[in-house]
């Protein structure tokens, strides 16, 4: 806990500047006709979040790994907190050095964003279901002890991320493999979102939690571009 409110702490104090920035689309013949992913992709692209295959497709139904997810929410948080400490990364039986992911898993794992499985797992080719994929994103915005104090997991992560917007608009089945595009269209709101805060107790020792005011990872990734 001591480490995400540090690094909270340094994402706030960042020194914003503030204007306008042009954002360009990536040239995805198959995002052109649904306007959402577009300006989706065409921000995360920008800030180099998200990639298309080698033919020039997105392909926006394709299905997101495990390991995937850990490279994009990697992709986003490191460039706007440049650290790459993985002091407590233990290790998953499955992860090897060799994997391209490896760092991207330690890191995720580092901060508090992903768990493995209970045989010592991390299963890094499964395909990520919604419910995993949310978790994600609000422990990459420090919701995470927030969430487990209001319903837990998916229950919690999921009514939070529909009160910042993050799911406004899709249906979808929690349990279900998440497609390229709505992990793209929910990343890049999630980005947009408020961080979480925990800095104070009340008098019964319990968290008092606020939600920074203005300041996001696309405000400090523009920024830093």
């Not at 279900?176 to 947009?192: C, F, G, P, Q």
Request: hydrophobic share 40%; with cysteine; charged share 20%.
């Amino acid at each position: 806990m001591k480490k995400i409110i540090k690094t909270a702490a340094f994402l706030l104090s960042a020194e914003l500047m503030l204007g306008s920035i042009p954002v360009f689309a990536a040239d995805f013949a198959d995002v052109t006709g649904d306007a959402e992913l577009s300006a989706a992709v065409a921000e995360l692209s920008e800030l180099g979040i998200v990639n298309g295959y080698e033919d020039g497709l997105f392909k926006p139904e394709n299905k997101i790994t495990r390991a995937e997810a850990c490279a994009m929410m990697d992709r986003a948080i490191f460039q706007a907190t440049s650290t790459d400490s993985v002091s407590m990364w233990s290790g998953y039986s499955d992860v090897s050095p060799d994997d391209w992911f490896y760092d991207s898993a330690a890191k995720m794992h580092d901060f508090g964003i992903i768990n493995g499985y209970e045989d010592g797992s991390f299963k890094p080719q499964n395909n990520i279901t919604y419910n995993e994929f949310i978790k994600m994103l609000m422990s990459m915005l420090f919701y995470g002890p927030y969430a487990e104090e209001n319903g837990g997991y998916p229950h919690g992560y999921i009514s939070l991320a529909a009160e910042l917007g993050i799911t406004s608009g899709m249906t979808f089945d929690a349990d279900t493999e998440i497609t390229r595009r709505d992990a793209s269209i929910m990343l890049n709101r999630a980005i947009e979102a408020p961080f979480m805060l925990t800095s104070v107790f009340d008098a019964s020792g319990n968290s008092v939690y606020t939600r920074s005011d203005g300041v996001t990872y696309k405000d400090i990734l523009k920024q830093s571009r």
